[in-house]
């Protein structure tokens, strides 16, 4: 089992800056992949980035390239994602997710369902 635990959402404005974090415990050294995805109201839940588990590899949605930053910190087990540029169609439930199965080409694993644990998720919410 691998329990997930993200922080640091919260309200910001356009245009600024917003880090969250999701510290992983249990059995993290089965852990390949992880992954950010967010969950705006009334709509599907959307991948936004990826990191293999040695930080090596780093694949973004189109939507958040060039904004959005996904990093690692093995020593605390912990990803990270910096979110720069912020607007309003970022406002989501942005949630931490984990792979344990096989991994593989992290372009090709951008699906809810590629994933086997979930955090609960923290709110962003970008006012304009």
């Known amino acids: 089992q691998v329990q997930l635990v993200e922080s640091g959402g919260g309200l910001v404005q356009a245009g600024g800056s917003l880090r969250v974090s999701c510290a992983a415990s249990g059995r993290t050294f089965n852990t390949n992949i992880m992954g950010w995805f967010r969950q705006a109201p009334g709509k599907a839940r959307q991948f936004v980035a990826n990191?293999?588990?040695?930080?090596?590899?780093?694949y973004y949605a189109d939507s958040v390239k060039g904004r959005f930053t996904i990093s690692r910190d093995s020593t605390k087990n912990t990803v990270y994602l910096e979110m720069n540029s912020l607007t309003s169609d970022d406002t989501a439930v942005y949630y931490c997710?984990?792979?344990?199965?096989?991994?593989?080409?992290?372009?090709?694993?951008?699906?809810?369902?590629?994933?086997?644990?979930w955090g609960q998720g923290t709110q962003v919410t970008v006012s304009s």
């Open positions: 990191i293999n588990w040695s930080g090596s590899n780093t």
């Open positions: 997710a984990a792979r344990v199965r096989t991994t593989a080409i992290l372009r090709s694993l951008s699906r809810a369902s590629d994933y086997d644990y």
